[in-house]
């Protein structure tokens, strides 16, 4: 149950303190009262550092610091009845001075033009883009035993805020325990007699947990910038292309499959919605592929449904079979209402032939299944399909052209060789350039490639670097 008021508070809580409304003043109120200012103030950790993950600690500390105190204050027996409405309005007012200690935002400059209610809404839309390359280090068990003895309270503070800011696209109740589990766990080791062995045992506990926690964010992520539809079709793309020896029909039901789960706990109030549901999906993963592909075969050997699904998730492109060309479908069979799986299987051929990444394929597939479905919808779809058809054809096939040469050797290599055979195709395209020019060119193209050309590579981050890079490639 408690687990339960911990999302209900957050949920009214981020809205309340913003918006300033009655009642959610008095949910707010009710689950300060259950849980205890302590708990209050770390759940708050927990939300404002992963509402704003560019805030630092010092940023995100002042504005719980004013938040549980403008809270305590206007829960308290006897508060004025103004004293929510006016307490949230100062601190609208304050993240508007020059010298604001709260996280800084671009948006905030057009929040604070405007007045009232309308700008705590503006205020309270306010969210930093997710941290895609998390960074987060866990100290040695001496270096955590040592902060924590020092300052017990500022220790789980930091840990909350550099946790949360790292893995804030995991669902907040999954957030919410595995920080508290983490907490708790140094509480009991650096006090006990033997802490390396209480660190052993109490993470192998505590193993199941984490990977849950940072696996929700890596697919809450994406899930968070593609949105419903462009996650279905990342989904099947990276299928297609783990498993082209496979049939559209053993992969796009996994594909939906795994939207279906992220749609519905990502958000979720249940601590064990994806605890629950991703150990159901990775049943279906083993009944629909080990039969199709070797490696997926070795990954359902894995002990846990947890194992099994890291261990697909992160498996790399196979090779591509010698399959025919792909072309565009017809109009008739696009528009053809009784034959849904035309795009579907459109997407599935040309991703398990065509070997770049998947954040490549969704870039350039998605603005073509668009034009492709919008044809059906004109006065006159063959007329429509055959003035478009050749212009998205030549326009995919560029754009495939480049991805391939942007990724070219980068995952059959290790790292030092694939920068080995960059800088001999390089140096082979540009003979004129001097050795510090193709240095600098390497050493650009090679982090571009670490980022942005593997299967699992974050969209947000590589939409806007995969322009650019194509910017400077030769048409």
Same mark, same amino acid.
């Given at each position: 149950?408690?687990?339960?008021?911990?999302?209900?508070?957050?949920?009214?809580?981020?809205?309340?303190?913003?918006?300033?409304?009655?009642?959610?003043?008095?949910?707010?109120?009710?689950?300060?009262?259950?849980?205890?200012?302590?708990?209050? %103030?770390?759940?708050?950790?927990?939300?404002?550092?992963?509402?704003?993950?560019?805030?630092?600690?010092?940023?995100?500390?002042?504005?719980?610091?004013?938040?549980?105190?403008?809270?305590?204050?206007?829960?308290?027996?006897?508060?004025?009845?103004?004293?929510?409405?006016?307490?949230?309005?100062?601190?609208?007012?304050?993240?508007?001075?020059?010298?604001?200690?709260?996280?800084?935002?671009? +948006?905030?400059?057009?929040?604070?033009?405007?007045?009232?209610?309308?700008?705590?809404?503006?205020?309270?839309?306010?969210?930093?883009?997710?941290?895609?390359?998390?960074?987060?280090?866990?100290?040695?068990?001496?270096?955590?035993?040592?902060?924590?003895?020092?300052?017990?309270?500022?220790?789980?503070?930091?840990?909350?805020?550099?946790?949360?800011?790292?893995?804030?696209?995991?669902?907040?109740?999954?957030?919410?325990?595995?920080?508290?589990?983490?907490?708790?766990?140094? +509480?009991?080791?650096?006090?006990?007699?033997?802490?390396?062995?209480?660190?052993?045992?109490?993470?192998?506990?505590?193993?199941?947990?984490?990977?849950?926690?940072?696996?929700?964010?890596?697919?809450?992520?994406?899930?968070?910038?593609?949105?419903?539809?462009?996650?279905?079709?990342?989904?099947?793309?990276?299928?297609?292309?783990?498993?082209?020896?496979?049939?559209?029909?053993?992969?796009?039901?996994?594909?939906?499959?795994?939207?279906?789960?992220?749609?519905?706990?990502?958000?979720?109030?249940?601590?064990?919605?994806?605890?629950?549901?991703?150990?159901?999906?990775?049943?279906?993963?083993?009944?629909?592929?080990?039969?199709?592909?070797?490696?997926?075969?070795?990954?359902?050997?894995?002990?846990?449904?947890?194992?099994?699904?890291?261990?697909?998730?992160?498996?790399?492109?196979?090779?591509?079979?010698?399959?025919?060309?792909?072309?565009?479908?017809?109009?008739?069979?696009?528009?053809?209402?009784?034959?849904?799986?035309?795009?579907?299987?459109?997407?599935?051929?040309?991703?398990?032939?065509?070997?770049?990444?998947?954040?490549?394929?969704?870039?350039?597939?998605?603005?073509?299944?668009?034009?492709?479905?919008?044809?059906?919808?004109?006065?006159?779809?063959?007329?429509?399909?055959?003035?478009?058809?050749?212009?998205?054809?030549?326009?995919?096939?560029?754009?495939?052209?480049?991805?391939?040469?942007?990724?070219?050797?980068?995952?059959?290599?290790?790292? %030092?060789?694939?920068?080995?055979?960059?800088?001999?195709?390089?140096?082979?395209?540009?003979?004129?350039?001097?050795?510090?020019?193709?240095?600098?060119?390497?050493?650009?193209?090679?982090?571009?490639?670490?980022?942005?050309?593997?299967?699992?590579?974050?969209?947000?981050?590589?939409?806007?670097?995969?322009?650019?890079?194509?910017?400077?490639?030769?048409?």
């Amino acid at each position: 149950m408690k687990r339960i008021l911990i999302f209900l508070l957050a949920v009214a809580f981020v809205h309340a303190l913003e918006r300033g409304r009655d009642y959610e003043k008095d949910k707010v109120c009710k689950e300060l009262a259950s849980l205890g200012k302590d708990d209050f %103030t770390s759940l708050s950790m927990v939300l404002y550092s992963r509402k704003f993950p560019s805030g630092t600690f010092e940023q995100i500390s002042h504005l719980v610091n004013e938040v549980v105190s403008l809270t305590e204050a206007c829960c308290a027996e006897g508060a004025d009845p103004d004293c929510y409405d006016n307490r949230t309005s100062a601190l609208s007012a304050k993240s508007c001075e020059s010298d604001s200690p709260f996280p800084v935002h671009p +948006g905030t400059p057009e929040c604070c033009t405007k007045e009232g209610l309308e700008k705590k809404l503006c205020m309270a839309a306010l969210k930093h883009q997710p941290q895609e390359f998390p960074t987060y280090v866990e100290p040695t068990n001496d270096e955590i035993c040592e902060a924590f003895r020092k300052d017990p309270k500022g220790f789980a503070d930091q840990f909350m805020y550099e946790y949360s800011i790292n893995y804030g696209q995991a669902p907040l109740t999954l957030l919410v325990s595995y920080t508290k589990s983490s907490l708790s766990m140094v +509480g009991s080791c650096c006090t006990s007699p033997n802490p390396t062995v209480c660190f052993l045992k109490e993470r192998l506990q505590l193993k199941h947990l984490s990977l849950l926690t940072t696996m929700s964010n890596r697919i809450c992520s994406q899930y968070s910038a593609y949105g419903k539809e462009k996650s279905r079709l990342s989904h099947l793309i990276k299928f297609a292309q783990k498993v082209p020896t496979a049939n559209l029909e053993d992969v796009l039901p996994l594909a939906e499959g795994i939207t279906t789960i992220v749609s519905k706990c990502c958000e979720s109030a249940s601590e064990d919605c994806m605890a629950k549901e991703l150990p159901e999906y990775t049943v279906k993963i083993c009944d629909n592929l080990s039969t199709k592909n070797s490696k997926f075969k070795d990954c359902c050997q894995e002990k846990t449904p947890m194992d099994i699904f890291v261990c697909t998730y992160f498996m790399p492109a196979a090779q591509n079979p010698d399959l025919p060309d792909v072309k565009l479908p017809t109009n008739k069979d696009v528009c053809d209402k009784g034959n849904t799986k035309v795009l579907d299987q459109y997407t599935f051929d040309l991703s398990r032939k065509t070997h770049i990444p998947e954040v490549f394929l969704s870039k350039i597939l998605e603005p073509t299944l668009k034009s492709l479905d919008e044809c059906c919808h004109s006065e006159d779809s063959t007329a429509c399909f055959n003035a478009k058809g050749p212009q998205l054809t030549r326009d995919l096939s560029s754009f495939i052209e480049k991805g391939q040469e942007l990724c070219a050797d980068y995952s059959e290599n290790t790292f %030092t060789e694939y920068k080995k055979k960059l800088a001999e195709r390089l140096r082979g395209k540009l003979p004129d350039a001097t050795e510090t020019e193709l240095e600098e060119l390497v050493a650009k193209r090679s982090d571009f490639a670490s980022k942005c050309c593997s299967i699992n590579s974050p969209p947000l981050y590589c939409n806007s670097e995969i322009d650019a890079e194509m910017n400077t490639l030769q048409s």
